[in-house]
């Protein structure tokens, strides 16, 4: 075994499936590394809570003459504006407990079936005393995992543990009586299919519900019984490579080898008391320590090599150790990964505890073993390594009797708590499996045992808070983070109960919770953001700002500050009116220009609709982001949708929002935004169909008076007003038909459009397209004399003979007497003609 890679020499189906094993392991170990360094993260996510409000901008400004005197160089210019509304959405996180993956479950499983198959197949090959032990404890840890849950074929016996053990039973015995010689790869080969045939069995007849996650959590508290056991295992792992590296030829330290390992080794004892502190709540010192799950893995590594040398004695490694080994390291690490996942405290303490207190106690006993055997070879130089598991005085035995009665001490002083927790997290992963399963009261019950048990554990009082919230109860809610506060407190809990403070209407509460939280974790930006979120609240205007400042460096979702941000600055700022001043707050243009804000472009909804609404407010120049819109199949606008579409539609000025703006007004989902989104269909139409956006703003104006329409009928007027002007337009421009539909479009009061489209539609035969677009245009102009003109003709055009003389006498109050005679007379010359078209007809 002096080789690294010490399964070149084996053969190639044992050394692919060794190296797939050792694959697994380390794919799991990478895993158990990165759910651990998420912590909290993996199992609760910051959710955010968006609130709408609103800012006026300058949409348009029209410049108009009033006529002062006589003389036209007396003229005195002056200007209307149009206002019009863009949106804001000012957002605070929330932290929202997530249901337990199905993958997790099944990746879980993964992991421990592989690693059992493995178990399987090298306990088959062990000698009859060893196997007839090691069975006993397989089948002593199936009937554990409690098989009766899953329902197989509807039952709720024990049918499914009768067949699992009857199965795995008959074939283990049968390998390991009749089958002795059979290779390791065979046996591997041959439980693995027994298990996949047993696992298709139960996913085919079990009725249990999430099969996975039923099978994972029942299962969790035997598993963690057998991880410990290989923690213990483990615990002198790094010890003994002190051994190696003070005593290797090559990295060695010669005759002083016995001091540098004395120093290595009481120094390490030492890191482990202080951890043991930690772990144990009886230190709160700021030292750096190292996290026992990686220690953990540290120890797994390092047993790769040393498994062999440990067992030499007693075990054949290349035939069984090596496979014993990794499949107690699979299994080890899934468990040790899930409970991670999970943010389990009460599970993972137990892991915690079992790492340190086995390290500490073991190891420490293991130093004094080496020392007691080897000091005379330390003298020498030697190379102790090889022989280090070869004691001439002190047995192992007695170091790892003395060792574990040590470990149970510990336990015993600290009133055995650990298996306290073990029930506790067990109670808890019930409590998640109810919960993915609804089963809200009957999940609340197992998260208030373990409670019971492990008192202030933050994964039960979490839960319960969450359980609570979701059923309304905020008083519930906010007692429950407060108790998960109490010994692992997280930003979470402390956002969590931020939250639930403020909807009780305890702002100050909320306040200087959030402010106590940040004093425990001053680097959180979600803490930050929303304490900025408070303040924007109150007239402390600058703290609002330092925090949301603070949080736009922290958070990890940056783009939630910077929002809050930009609707700070929208909210500062007022509309540049006339000969006013620019700033509400003493603060300019210039001042948010150089917060290079607009410039940040994202993919956030909530942050472009800001972005955009402080451009219009200032009037920056900027391009809009095309930020992907994923609206539900019933079309329900969420606010972020809503102020993000309004915005950017209003900011760009894009006609082709129009139908879908008609679209989300008609879906009858959408009652909260009614007016709003018929405003938005009303600026998309206005640049390309100007009738059809009067339309819209006067429907809104007919039956209602309240303040949301008062938008819509200033608007309404402002474009009545402008559409007054000439357009200037070249008539000789237009050519077809689409061209005169345009045109009419864009300019539905100019005279000379409207005469020219009529007479082309009239040379076309399309009377009633001609009388429609006039019909339309009277409806806004009523005092329009030319356009009455033209629909009095038109009307004659489609014997519309009563239409035309009402609308003749109206055009008599609207012109002077001059022009309406005559008028009268082409009227009466077409009115005979028609008459005599009549005569002829008859």
């Known amino acids: ?9 084996w053969s190639r189906p044992e050394r692919f499936l060794y190296l797939t094993s050792l694959g697994l392991l380390t794919f799991s170990l990478l895993f158990l590394l990165f759910f651990h360094y998420r912590g909290i993260e993996n199992s609760i996510e910051w959710k955010v809570l968006s609130e709408l409000d609103e800012v006026p901008v300058k949409l348009d400004s029209l410049q108009i003459s009033s006529q002062a005197s006589v003389d036209s160089a007396q003229r005195e210019a002056s200007s209307i504006v149009l206002l019009g509304k863009s949106y804001l959405l000012k957002e605070q996180f929330v932290p929202v407990q997530i249901d337990t993956p199905q993958w997790l479950g099944w990746g879980y499983l993964g ?24 069975m006993m404890l397989v089948i002593a ?28 039973g008959l074939v283990s015995y049968y390998l390991h009586a009749f089958r002795e010689e059979m290779p390791m790869v065979q046996r591997i080969f041959i439980f693995t299919g027994v298990v996949l045939a047993l696992v298709a069995l139960l996913i085919v007849g079990a009725k249990a519900p999430v099969l996975a996650l039923t099978s994972t959590t029942y299962s969790l508290l035997p598993m963690v019984m057998l991880s410990v056991g290989f923690i213990g295992w483990l615990s002198i792992e790094i010890i003994a490579g002190f051994v190696y590296v003070v005593t290797n030829p090559r990295t060695g330290f010669g ?10 080794s009481i120094l390490y004892i030492f890191s482990l008391y202080l951890l043991y502190l930690k772990v144990t709540r009886q230190s709160d010192a700021a030292f750096w320590y190292i996290s026992p799950f990686v220690l953990y893995v540290v120890s797994v590594v390092v047993g790769i090599w040393s498994f062999a040398k440990r067992t030499e004695a007693f075990l054949a490694f290349r035939e069984i150790g090596a496979w014993l080994y990794v499949g107690l390291g699979l299994v080890t690490t899934s468990v040790m990964a899930f409970v991670l996942f999970t943010h389990n405290n009460s599970f993972i303490e137990v892991f915690e505890d079992a790492v340190v207190y086995s390290q500490l106690c073991i190891g420490t006993l293991f130093v004094a073993y080496v020392g007691l055997n080897f000091w005379p070879l330390f003298k020498q130089g030697k190379a102790v390594y090889k022989v280090v598991y070869k004691p001439m005085r002190f047995l192992q035995s007695q170091a790892w009797l003395i060792g574990g009665m040590a470990w149970i001490a510990l336990l015993a002083f600290n009133r055995f708590y650990t298996i306290d927790q ?38 039960s009082a979490f839960s319960l808070a969450s359980l609570a919230l979701r059923q309304g109860d905020e008083t519930s809610a906010g007692i429950f983070f407060q108790q998960a506060l109490q010994k692992d407190p997280t930003p979470q809990a402390y956002v969590g109960l931020g939250h639930t403070l403020l909807n009780e209407n305890l702002f100050f509460d909320a306040i200087f919770n959030l402010r ?16 900025g979120y408070l303040y924007g609240r109150t007239a402390i205007a600058d703290s609002s700002y330092y925090y949301f400042e603070l949080a736009r460096q922290n958070a990890k979702n940056k783009a939630v500050a910077e929002s809050n941000l930009l609707a700070f600055w929208a ?7 006339g000969k006013g001043s620019l700033a509400s707050l003493g603060l300019t243009k210039k001042d948010v220009e150089e917060t290079n804000l607009l410039d940040s472009k994202t993919q956030d909804l909530s942050h472009e609709a800001n972005r955009l609404a402080v451009a219009q407010l200032i009037n920056a120049p900027t391009e809009a982001v095309s930020v992907g819109l994923a609206l539900p199949k019933d079309s329900a606008l969420s606010v972020n949708n809503f102020a993000y579409l309004y915005n950017v539609s209003q900011f760009t000025k894009d006609t082709t929002q129009a139908l879908l703006f008609k679209k989300l007004v008609n879906t009858g989902n959408n009652g909260n935004f009614y007016h709003e989104l018929q405003m938005a269909q009303a600026y998309a139409e206005y640049p390309r169909n100007k009738i059809m956006a009067f339309d819209i703003l006067a429907s809104e ?42 045109a009419v479009q864009q300019h539905p009061f100019d005279g000379g459009i409207l005469a020219a489209a009529t007479d082309f539609f009239n040379k076309n035969n399309n009377h009633k397209v001609a009388y429609d677009f006039l019909l339309s245009a009277l409806r806004f102009r009523r005092n329009a004399p030319d356009i009455q003109k033209l629909y009095v003709l038109q009307c004659l055009k489609l014997y519309l003979t009563d239409f035309a003389e009402e609308a003749l006498q109206d055009l008599a109050g609207m012109t002077t007497v001059t022009d309406y005679q005559a008028f009268l007379k082409t009227y009466q010359a077409q009115r005979a003609l028609i008459e005599k078209e009549r005569e002829s007809f008859k």
């Not at 306990?123 to 032990?133: D, E, F, K, Q």
């Not at 074929?153 to 009857?166: E, M, S, Y």
């Not at 106590?516 to 304490?531: A, M, R």
């Open 701 to 742: 104006t007919v039956a209602d008076t309240s303040q949301k329409v008062a938008l819509a009928r200033q608007t309404l007027d402002y474009w009545l007003i402008k559409e007054a002007r000439p357009s200037f337009v070249n008539l000789s421009n237009l050519k077809t038909s689409a061209d005169y539909w345009k």
């Open 1 to 9: 075994m002096t080789s690294l890679l010490f399964w070149q020499k």
């Open 516 to 531: 106590k939280g940040l004093k425990t974790f001053p680097q959180s930006g979600e803490i930050q953001n929303n304490l």
């Open 422 to 459: 073990a029930q506790a997290g067990y109670y808890n992963s019930l409590g998640d499996l109810h919960t993915v399963t609804r089963e809200w009261t009957v999940a609340n019950g197992y998260y208030q045992r373990a409670l019971d048990i492990d008192f202030q554990n933050h994964k």
């Open 111 to 134: 992991g421990v079936l592989a690693g059992f198959v493995l178990l399987l197949a090298a306990i088959s090959a062990l000698s009859r005393r060893w196997y007839v032990g090691a």
């Open 571 to 577: 909210k500062a700022l007022t509309i540049p009116s």
């Open 141 to 168: 840890l199936l009937s554990l995992t409690h098989l009766e849950v899953l329902q197989l074929f509807g039952t709720d016996n024990t049918t499914a543990f009768g067949i699992v053990t009857a199965v795995l």
């Open 255 to 264: 005759k002083n080898s016995l001091l540098n390992f004395l120093f290595l």
